[in-house]
């Protein structure tokens, strides 16, 4: 039986863990997406999305003051694929780059916090799917009993809406 709140809860988990992802525009004439990494507000993992990066990336040139943004994660053990529509925007307030800030960030900008070419992205998802993938020899046992395996992926799949 299908679990959407378990797949929901994975997704969240592996993407606190694992961080980075494929981040682009959704309505990009070049359909270009890039490598970034997410912070997560919240304990529960569920809510804005905060993103370092330089003011001269295609991405911040192209964003503008926010436009619609896809979001495309696959944990790095292949079990979670996610796949997020939601609103990406510039958001530099100093408080809130101040609790995001960490030394992996500071690396890449030296003039820390002040640094002019800093500049944070808040994305907020609305929607998405996020699917589990079952380990391919369990799957692979379950077709040589006879399971039909596009059962079992039913339950796999959860259509999610992550708007507050």
Excluded at 5 to 30: N, S
Excluded at 53 to 61: E, M, V
Excluded at 90 to 113: C, K, M, S, Y
Excluded at 117 to 135: I, T, Y
Aim: charged share 25%.
């Amino acid at each position: 039986m299908k679990d959407d709140a378990r797949i929901i809860e994975k997704f969240w988990k592996a993407l606190r863990a694992e961080r980075t992802v494929m981040l682009g525009l959704a309505q990009a004439e070049d359909g270009h997406s890039q490598p970034m990494t997410a912070q997560v507000d919240g304990e529960e993992g569920a809510g804005a999305l905060w993103f370092f990066t330089s003011r001269d990336t295609d991405l911040a040139r192209s964003l503008g003051e926010g436009a619609p943004a896809v979001l495309n994660f696959v944990s790095k053990d292949h079990e979670v694929f996610a796949c997020l529509h939601g609103h990406l925007q510039p958001h530099n307030d100093p408080a809130t780059i101040e609790r995001l800030w960490n030394p992996f960030v500071a690396a890449w900008f030296e003039g820390g916090q002040q640094d002019p070419k800093l500049h944070l992205l808040r994305m907020d998802p609305a929607q998405g799917q996020v699917w589990l993938n079952e380990h391919s020899l369990i799957a692979g046992v379950k077709i040589l009993l006879g399971r039909d395996p596009k059962k079992d992926y039913q339950d796999k799949v959860a259509e999610v809406d992550l708007r507050p």
